[in-house]
């Protein structure tokens, strides 16, 4: 099968919402596509003394709402047009989640699994270099992504910092707490999910507490998924899987022994008070919430039939296939959109922005309650939106997030 | 008389001194003269022929007779007298004692190459001969090497290879200083067999005696406190208990031999050491006091050139604390254990499959004090690991083969040779330490160690500790080179060796060891230095403590001879491909393999209990044997080998080794996975035996897995090969190949060059012999 050039995807997307929204072909036609794109060739010298060129891209998609925001991937097959499609995505989602930031993306053409320490930093400098004219607090601002660490963003602030000879800690987020990144980031996806889950059983009328929840995918947000399940919503965890394959006890598992478990052996199977399921059966259990946290396309339309939960709460990006996603409205299954299911992290992201930027940072306790409030916000006018349409949440998702774009062009007067 | 000039007077005087001196050492008297003369030459004060010529002015003079007697009286009286003149009375001194070095010289050279002479003669040779302190000795190269080498052959190996480099490197007083560690029976020679000359050789190489050493090497390269008990001590006692009927135990079947095998730990635990070796046990573990000590095996086969034995016979380890009885007690079996694994199954049936049963093994063992220190009630060395002199774990072209890898681990190396699934040591391409393959922090922390191999010194046996708990023993000190801190995506080493790392945020990256150690620099030159050394490549066992290197381990390691170049058969229709694999470890071709053993990974997923999962293992092992001689491959789920059953089939080589092909599937979704089971033990074997491992990843994109071939109703020859076998139908299929296919065969192919491999059907290749 021929992969679809993802910057052609997100432009249907942005095309049906343009459609559903009625939006005049001047801005439908802006939002299409990047307004700003920056392409460039960095040398770095390597370890064994020959100098390598790199290629590295900018885009800053839509900037009406505010400094363009998103992350920065190295990968040795990154195109322009990935970069394009992820930096349309970060426009909606930083839009849906309502933080004044707009989308961008950037990436480096690099396999950073053949490249020293040393070789890393001074590529991550060269980047810097070469993009800090059009970067800064009040322009764009990077952040983690596909194999780029705290440690890459807390080099990158460096080289910014002695180009401008001041302290800039907010021209990247994901940096290392002690030099400026923001407590709370750890479990702000899956904190996130949580409180979208919570708002949207208020909504549709389901209890939760006491209720069973099944976590595909028992990795970093899968874990603080089935943690803060427990905690928040009184979730039951009865089932949690791994690469390897999952466990399952009706009677329910100790989150925290589990998490436990995992660090200590690196996998669920084999958890003593469980027995052993495969992933397929995982996600066929009859369970109040599943959380698909790990991969794309895990509900297929050849499983989403079997699918039993009544609330989807995507972690992951994209676990559910255009033609599931339909099976499962059909059942009258709740699925919480990836990307407003996940904007925890990036809702964090601009925390962590906000507390450099004023220079005091916020305890926990202040975090938690701001990404409530963001979250909280974030679902109803979704799902406001998708009444109004009568709409699946999914494409309310967009019609909020568009919206809130194009009415900010206006406002500018661009369109 | 002017001839009494008191001049005159004084030379005589000094003559007779001479005289004197030289007789009151009436053996040596020839060669001390013989040494005079030969500095009177050296120093050009006389020439040989007017030497000559007053010998001959003098016997005419003196009208003696032209005889070799007289000559020699006439020679001695002049090289008295003009030794008198031309040397001080030190220096005549020191020619005596040059003198007397030389005869115990010549007495070592003749006590070693005396056909029959017990190793204590050849002992007190030695010591006496090195009790004379060094010095020049003015002796032939060669009789240095026959010395040499007697005495190599006669202590530590007498193996032709290992000879050939050891008289290179090992001097007479490096093998002093080993029989000053060597326990031994006085009724009974032996040798202290293959790993502790493998060990002793590698160090000399490194720091050679007599060489410029290498300041790097000099400061951080140990051994670690050793003491060898040769294989006379075993002979011995198979003797004082009458065991010789064991001998003949390697000629059974293998059937018989595991049978019996379970008998001969009762028979061990009876039988008992003369009362003379229980004392030199004692006065042994008096000598080493209470100390942690590690019991190896060194057969005389074991790390032979070419045979590595990869664990297959058993070490021991002793806490070695506690009353000297119970100390002595534990020793005593210990001994036994290593012993008793010359009979076990797996080295037995190792030896069939290489021809070396009729060889009659002998076992000595190695005992040394284990490297590191007391963390709480735990016993470790801070880092341990195996390292290999080539490395073919490349995931980047830019790794450099000849620079070598290794397998480390925090804790005892028993964690970095074996199998142990789901744990995984940290692996290191040494020509780039501070690359790896995982980059973000979740795989970091996935592909790393979290459980230790640890002596608890309470209980007094080896433990798998997990790691938060030896992490709250250990000093920040010491974790600093070995941990780093998890802060979500963050992974970080710690910044200086104060910063207290909590053990719920640790992951082993061993990043400041690699990083800010002389550690990765030292092995990588180690590693070059024996490959050049042996003319062939090699692996070490090492630990790191303290900021030393400890050399526990070297052998030669057995390699595959690379096929240069495969070309994969272009325009195979889709409907003959098996599999294709896109993670290749070796150039290699199987042409024509009739069968292949199928364990259905889905099938064995569904085995509930421990036990139908172990006996899966079993009947794959009966397989192997019912198929000697067919060319089959194996394939099955996830890691064979491995301990761990959720994880793959646990065998033993000797469970696998007729098969050509050994082949893994593994159902892993989350992209590239590291090869973790290179330089363990059991990927060892695969290399020695020729068995091609190939694994599949079907959930990969780029790889492709024909199930259906395998499971198809009703081809399954299992209840016909192993009929007693056929309830296991379900989760073990073996199809015959040409049946299934009609009529064709199936060819495996891997390129390591293109990282690209296919299993496809053929017809039969009639290139084959």
Not at chain 1, 372 to 397: C, P, W
Not at chain 2, 345 to 354: C, E, G, K, S, W
Not at chain 2, 529 to 546: I, K, N, T
Not at chain 2, 579 to 584: E, G, L, P
Request: glycine content about 8%; proline content about 5%.
């Amino acid at each position: 099968m021929e992969r679809l050039n993802p910057f052609t995807t997100a432009q249907k997307q942005l095309d049906w919402a343009a459609e559903k929204l009625g939006l005049d072909e001047a801005t439908h036609e802006l939002l299409r596509w990047p307004m700003k794109e920056f392409s460039f060739t960095m040398p770095v010298r390597m370890d064994d003394g020959t100098t390598r060129i790199f290629r590295g891209f900018r885009v800053q998609y839509n900037t009406a709402r505010g400094p363009a925001k998103g992350g920065l991937r190295w990968h040795p097959d990154e195109t322009l047009d990935t970069v394009r499609a992820l930096a349309a995505w970060m426009t909606w989602k930083t839009s849906v989640v309502d933080i004044p930031l707009g989308g961008g993306k950037g990436g480096i053409v690099c396999n950073p699994k053949e490249m020293s320490e040393g070789e890393k930093e001074r590529l991550a400098r060269a980047y810097i270099r070469a993009t800090a004219g059009i970067l800064g607090v009040t322009k764009d601002v990077p952040a983690p992504d596909v194999y780029t660490t705290p440690q890459v963003m807390a080099w990158m602030m460096d080289e910014f910092e002695t180009l401008v000879g001041e302290h800039h800690p907010g021209v990247i987020t994901g940096k290392p707490v002690p030099i400026g990144g923001s407590l709370g980031r750890h479990d702000a996806t899956a904190r996130g999910g949580i409180y979208v889950a919570r708002e949207a059983a208020k909504a549709y009328g389901l209890a939760l507490q006491g209720g069973t929840m099944a976590v595909q995918g028992f990795g970093n947000a899968g874990q603080y998924a089935a943690l803060l399940g427990s905690e928040i919503l009184g979730l039951r965890l009865v089932a949690a899987s791994d690469s390897k394959g999952a466990v399952y006890n009706p009677k329910g598992i100790d989150p925290a022994a589990l998490v436990q478990f995992k660090k200590q052996i690196g996998t669920v199977v084999g958890f003593p008070e469980g027995e052993t399921l495969t992933n397929a059966e995982l996600l066929e259990l009859d369970v109040s919430v599943l959380f698909p946290s790990a991969l794309e396309n895990v509900i297929t339309e050849e499983n989403a039939p079997r699918v039993r939960a009544r609330m989807v709460c995507e972690l992951a990006n994209g676990p559910t296939t255009p033609e599931a996603d339909r099976i499962l409205q059909d059942k009258g299954i709740l699925v919480l959109p990836d990307f407003l299911a996940n904007a925890g992290g990036v809702t964090v992201s601009y925390f962590e922005q906000v507390q450099n930027t004023y220079n005091y940072y916020w305890e926990l306790k202040d975090v938690y309650a701001r990404l409530d409030d963001k979250m909280t916000r974030a679902f109803h006018a979704v799902d406001e939106m998708a009444a109004r349409h009568k709409v699946d949440l999914r494409q309310a998702a967009y019609l909020v997030s568009v919206a809130r774009v194009a009415e900010a062009c206006r406002l500018r007067g661009w369109v | 008389m002017n001839e009494l000039s008191l001049e005159n007077l004084i030379g005589w005087i000094r003559t007779y001194r001479i005289y004197r001196r030289i007789m009151s050492h009436p053996k040596l008297a020839q060669p001390i003269r013989a040494l005079l003369r030969r500095s009177l030459l050296d120093r050009g004060i006389v020439s040989e022929s007017w030497f000559e010529r007053l010998v001959d002015d003098a016997a005419r003079n003196l009208n003696l007779a032209d005889d070799f007697d007289h000559r020699q009286e006439i020679s001695d009286a002049l090289t008295d007298i003009v030794a008198a003149h031309a040397f001080s009375e030190e220096e005549i001194r020191e020619h005596i004692r040059l003198a007397q070095r030389m005869e115990k010289f010549f007495l070592l050279n003749r006590v070693v190459n005396t056909e029959g002479a017990t190793s204590k003669q050849i002992k007190k040779a030695l010591k006496e001969f090195c009790a004379v302190p060094e010095g020049n000795l003015p002796i032939s190269p060669s009789d240095a090497e026959g010395v040499r080498v007697a005495l190599i052959s006669h202590f530590i190996s007498s193996q032709l290879p290992f000879l050939g480099i050891a008289k290179k490197y090992i001097t007479i007083r490096d093998m002093d200083e080993m029989v000053d560690h060597t326990y031994w029976n006085p009724r009974r020679s032996g040798k202290v067999g293959g790993k502790a000359a493998g060990m002793l050789l590698a160090y000399k190489i490194l720091l050679p005696r007599f060489s410029p050493k290498d300041p790097d090497l000099e400061q951080s390269l140990c051994l670690p406190e050793s003491y060898y008990f040769n294989s006379g001590i075993f002979s011995d006692f198979i003797d004082y208990n009458n065991l010789h009927w064991f001998h003949s135990q390697k000629y059974k079947t293998r059937e018989v031999i595991e049978e019996e095998y379970k008998h001969i730990s009762e028979l061990f635990a009876r039988a008992s050491f003369p009362p003379d070796m229980v004392n030199m046990f004692r006065r042994f573990l008096e000598r080493v006091g209470e100390y942690p000590l590690i019991l190896r095996s060194s057969s005389l086969l074991e790390d032979n050139f070419g045979h590595a034995f990869s664990g297959k016979y058993e070490s021991v380890f002793l806490a070695n604390r506690g009353p000297l009885e119970q100390r002595l007690e534990a020793f005593i079996w210990g001994l036994k254990r290593v012993h008793m694994s010359t009979y076990a199954p797996a080295p037995i049936l190792y030896r069939r499959d290489h021809n070396l049963l009729d060889f009659d093994e002998k076992m000595s063992v190695l005992v040394q004090k284990v490297v590191g220190a007391p963390y709480g009630k735990y016993f470790f060395p801070l880092v341990s690991g195996v390292a290999f002199s080539r490395n073919t774990y490349r995931w980047s072209p830019k790794i450099r083969e000849e620079d070598g890898m290794a397998r480390l681990v925090l804790g005892l190396g028993t964690r970095a040779v074996e199998r142990v699934g789901q744990d995984y040591p940290r692996l290191v391409a040494l020509s780039h330490p501070d690359m790896r393959p995982e980059v973000s922090a979740r795989h970091i922390v996935k592909y790393s160690q979290r459980l230790v191999d640890a002596i608890n010194l309470e209980t007094g046996r080896v433990e798998t500790v997990s790691l938060g708990d030896i992490l709250s023993h250990l000093p920040p000190q010491a974790a600093y080179w070995a941990v780093s801190t998890v802060e979500g995506d963050h992974v970080s080493p710690p910044p200086f060796k104060g910063q207290l790392v909590p053990p719920d945020r640790a992951v082993l990256t061993f990043d400041n060891l690699l990083r800010r150690s002389p550690f990765a620099r030292l092995l990588r030159k180690i590693l070059r230095r024996l490959e050049q050394a042996y003319g062939h490549p090699v692996d070490v066992e090492f630990a790191w403590h303290e900021d030393k290197l400890f050399l526990l381990q070297c052998r030669t390691l057995s390699v595959r001879e690379e096929l240069a170049q495969v070309e994969i058969p272009q325009n195979i229709p889709e409907q003959h491909v098996i599999f294709s694999n896109s993670k290749v470890l070796f150039n290699a071709v199987v042409s024509d393999l009739e069968y292949v053993v199928y364990v259905d990974p889905k099938a064995y997923g569904r085995l509930g209990d421990e036990t139908s999962k172990a006996a899966v293992g079993r009947v794959v092992g009966r397989i192997n044997r019912a198929l000697e001689g067919k060319r089959f491959a194996l394939f099955g789920p996830g890691r064979w080998g491995t301990n761990d059953l959720h994880l793959g089939i646990r065998v033993g080589y000797e469970d696998i080794n007729h098969a050509l092909v050994l082949g893994e599937i593994a159902h892993e979704s989350e992209g590239v996975t590291p090869e973790v089971s290179f330089g363990t033990h059991f990927f060892n074997d695969l290399v020695e035996a020729r068995i091609v491992p190939v694994a599949v990843f079907p959930d990969d994109p780029q790889e492709f897995f024909k199930e259906e071939f395998f499971t198809a109703a009703g081809c399954s020859r299992l209840s016909e090969i192993c009929p007693e076998e056929a309830r296991w139908e379900e989760v073990i299929k073996i199809v015959r190949i040409p049946d299934a296919s009609g009529g064709l065969w199936l060819q495996v192919y891997q390129d390591a060059h293109r990282q690209k491999g296919m299993g496809f059907l053929a017809p039969q290749r009639s290139s084959r012999g």
